[in-house]
């Protein structure tokens, strides 16, 4: 029970932290806070077994994309505090999300009452002998590969057609 | 499956739309384009969440490793272009605000 | 073999980009051109031809009828994006430059996409198609285009999160992505709560991609605001791939069952009709033509929707159909955008007299949507209604009929509009649209009257292919 317990908090640290990243009221501190929701997803991916996808979060998400959206936030200046006062969104969408938030739970604990197991779908003739090591795994899959060859490629032709400054711009 | 991991399952059920719902939310009652991206992201680590749950509860996590690293080098190449997007945004609209990003109807 | 169709563009575009010779904007834009014509003739060899319609769920990498007619239409529309990207004087030489490269890239992610046989394969593939196009959009950096593609994104973003925890809910439940594998879960699990809460997620993530009622907000703004080139292909081929194409290969796995084709028929007659009134009140020709495409992608999912091998045949065909008669539109629409500097349909008026080229191929395309024999479009839509028909869902193959009764008003609307009636005071010097646009029309305009005349061969040639 005390992996249970483990999964529990870092699941609410999570949610809170989050919930906290999209109710900003400065924007930097909402980039920062993302930077904070993909170590705790780190850690949670290192607890379910999956050790070299939390090595890839943790250096791409909680790194990269971190500096990516503090830059941005940078170039482009951030509008002041009285004029974020005035951007203030309407009850109406508050009211809307809060509903939906509550129908979710709702649906959930539903779900929770549910004891019978045979209610998950899962294999039931689960092969152990299948594959041990990650690398024969890549030898399965040779079609993603040349997908991401493709989309780095893209990502590279990106930054080049929408950061440089052409010649005839204003 | 035993009733412990039943419980583990039923958690992270719960929790993957719950932070779908938190990005969701983001995305549509915000006024500034940098947190409407910022809610994209979150709803991905709901996904990535998902799939690691699925990879353990299946007992092949090998898979769904390389199934995480694909998703979040396309998540990053996305990312990038968002970005490119919303400095070419601002430099020509002179803000970041939704309000006054409005000029093609519906 | 089939690799090949993939492979290619990826060592082009890596060729033009290391600087061993000056590679200008005219060698990317003729190589791009040549893959395309390649990929058209390509498709006619005879290793090409010899698998059948009914391995839809094979293994890995291989070719069967439908994806030998998305290879066909991605070619044929490739061209004439390229064509019109030629021609194109707004566009500087750097961008055009790097129009060529990315079109390749995207034909890349298309080809593959039509080939894989496994779910999270197609995700991958779905996203270069998708990043490809933001980039697209967004090239010429106009205040509306960014915000277009920006639009795009997001919705685009929220779509494949939507795909993506559908995927993983399969996997979890089938070991492994591959179609055969989820093919036989769905025997075992199908009623299972979860599972159809995930094929719900899936589909609806589908429709958000290829613009089908109630997710098409994104597509006016984005076939409107995007420069000429980009539209065409746009509306030719990238959003029926990553929309319908997935939705047809969806289908066999979820084994035809009855509630999806319900959803198909309801969602697809919505598109119809909401399509259909969307295009008669609007000023700008490109965003009355994007309306006109959710209707039509309405008229596809209707044929899916009636659950026989009939309807899914003419599904295909009407998407051959849409793509040949929908890019040929566009591909006036931009010959008008670069003569007259407007998009706007009441500043133009009797342009039939100064370019005629452009108003007679508008006039047959139009023809062809409204469903008039003896051209391409009536055989497809006739095809659809008999599908519906005879599968029992008579109401729906109503429904079809009249809405088509609406494409035929808007589209007389807007052909007496812009092209007849008497020509404006400015307009007298405007010559004919440059010669690879005229070019690319007269060339899609050949496909679809040969098309239509032709058609009892072409079915024989369909039915080889398909063996039904």
Known sequence: MENLYIHIFLLFLVVITSVFAVSHFRIIRGAILLGGVSFFVSIILFMLKAPMAAMFELSVCAGLITVIFISVISITNPPYIDQRKQNRISMWKKIVALLSIILVCGVCIYIIDEKNIAFIPVMKNASAAAMTTKDSIWNMRHVDLIGQALILLTGIFAVVVLFKKGKDEK | ?106 | ?468
Not at chain 2, 47 to 60: D, H, M, R
Not at chain 3, 209 to 219: A, D, E, I, S
């Open chain 3, 1 to 468: 073999m089939f690799l090949l169709l993939v492979l290619i563009p990826l060592i082009l575009v890596l060729l033009l980009n290391i600087n061993l010779y000056k590679a200008g904007q005219k060698t990317a834009v003729f190589a791009a051109g040549l893959f395309s014509l390649f990929q058209m003739f390509f498709v006619f060899s005879p290793k090409f031809l010899s698998t059948s319609f009914a391995d839809m769920l094979s293994l890995k990498f291989e070719c069967d009828g439908i994806s030998w007619i998305m290879l066909f239409t991605i070619s044929i529309i490739s061209f004439a994006s390229i064509c019109v990207l030629y021609a194109s004087e707004t566009l500087s030489s750097r961008k055009k430059f790097n129009f060529a490269n990315l079109i390749l890239l995207s034909m890349a992610g298309m080809n593959g996409l039509v080939f894989v046989r496994d779910i999270f394969s197609i995700y991958v593939f779905i996203e270069i198609i998708a990043a490809t196009s933001y980039v697209l959009i967004a090239l010429d950096k106009t205040k509306k285009s960014l915000e277009a593609s920006f639009k795009y994104l997001v919705l685009s973003s929220v779509a494949t999160v939507m795909m993506l925890s559908a995927i993983a809910v399969l996997f979890m439940a089938a070991g492994s992505t591959e179609f055969v594998k989820v093919a036989e879960m769905y025997k075992q699990y199908g009623t299972n709560p979860l599972i159809i809460a995930a094929t719900i997620f899936f589909i609806a993530g589908l429709f958000i991609k290829g613009g089908v009622m109630p997710f098409h907000g994104w597509l006016p703004d984005a076939y409107g605001a995007a420069p000429n080139p980009t539209s065409v292909f746009l509306a030719g081929i990238v959003t029926k791939t990553t929309g319908i194409y997935t939705l047809i290969r969806l289908y066999a796995i979820f084994d035809f069952s009855y509630s999806v084709q319900m959803v198909f028929l309801v969602f697809g007659a919505l598109s119809v009709i909401v399509g259909a009134f969307g295009a008669i009140n609007q000023n700008n020709f490109k965003r009355m033509l994007a309306y006109s495409s959710i209707s039509q992608v309405g008229y596809i999912v209707l044929a899916f929707g009636s659950g026989t091998i009939m309807g899914v045949f003419a599904g295909m065909l009407h998407l051959f159909n849409h793509s040949v008669f929908k890019a040929l539109l566009f591909v006036n629409a931009s010959a008008i955008d670069s003569e007259l500097k407007t998009n706007e349909i009441d500043k133009m008026a009797g342009l039939s007299s100064q370019m005629p080229v452009t108003s007679t191929t508008s006039i047959i395309a139009f023809l062809s949507t409204a469903g008039i024999p003896p051209l391409a479009g009536f055989w497809s839509k006739l095809l659809i209604i008999i599908a519906l028909w005879f599968s029992g869902n008579r109401e729906f193959a109503v429904v079809a009929i009249l809405a088509s009764v609406l494409t035929i008003t808007y589209f007389l609307i807007m052909q007496k509009k812009v092209f007849f009636g008497k020509l404006k005071e400015k307009f007298y010097t405007i010559k004919e649209a440059p010669f690879a646009i005229r070019f690319a029309s007269l060339f899609l305009c050949a496909i679809t009257v040969l098309t239509g005349l032709f058609f009892p061969l072409i079915l024989n040639f369909m039915g080889f292919l398909f063996s039904f």
């Open chain 2, 1 to 106: 499956m035993n009733a412990e991991s039943l419980i583990l399952f039923k958690l992270y059920i719960m929790v993957t739309p719950l932070l779908f719902i938190i990005g969701l939310f983001s995305i549509m009652t915000t006024r500034n384009i940098v947190a409407i991206i910022i809610g994209i992201e979150i709803m991905t680590k709901g996904v990535t969440l998902l799939f690691a749950t699925s990879g353990y509860f299946s007992s092949k996590p090998e898979i769904t490793q390389n199934f995480i690293i694909v998703m979040i080098i396309v998540e990053v190449v996305i990312l990038t272009i968002a970005a490119g997007l919303i400095i070419n945004i601002a430099k020509k609209y002179d803000s970041l605000s939704t309000k006054n990003i409005r000029n093609l109807k519906g």
